[in-house]
């Protein structure tokens, strides 16, 4: 068995998506620390891999968040994108293009309105 486990990991604020190499004996364990937080939610990305994101993310004063083709909700925080095979994380079997192909990051941007009175 491999030492390290290659994974995926999209941040909207920065708007990057870049692999990641974590230890294969504890990876979805780490996925916690890579989000950072301390509840996951595990979406399916297709029939092959899954993204795992924070379950409380969407809250308040978010700077940024994630568009997921055919996700009907918004995704906020960090995402790990990486295969599953029972417990276990394992790298993506698609490239790191192929995979962006799949987000939309946006970052709303508030235009004031002002009044006189």
Request: some cysteine; hydrophobic content about 40%; charged content about 20%.
């Amino acid at each position: 068995m491999t030492k390290t486990a290659t994974v995926y990991l999209l941040d909207p604020d920065a708007g990057t998506i870049q692999t990641v190499e974590i230890a294969a004996q504890s990876a979805f364990s780490q996925t916690y620390k890579l989000i950072g937080c301390q509840l996951v939610e595990v979406v399916p990305f297709d029939s092959h891999h899954v993204l795992i994101t924070d379950e409380e993310g969407l809250r308040d004063g978010l700077a940024a968040f994630t568009a997921f083709d055919g996700y009907p909700q918004p995704l906020a925080g960090k995402l790990v994108l990486a295969s599953l095979d029972g417990s276990h994380l394992l790298p993506p079997q698609i490239t790191i293009e192929d995979a962006a192909k799949h987000f939309k990051i946006c970052k709303p941007v508030l235009d004031p309105v002002f009044s006189r009175e």
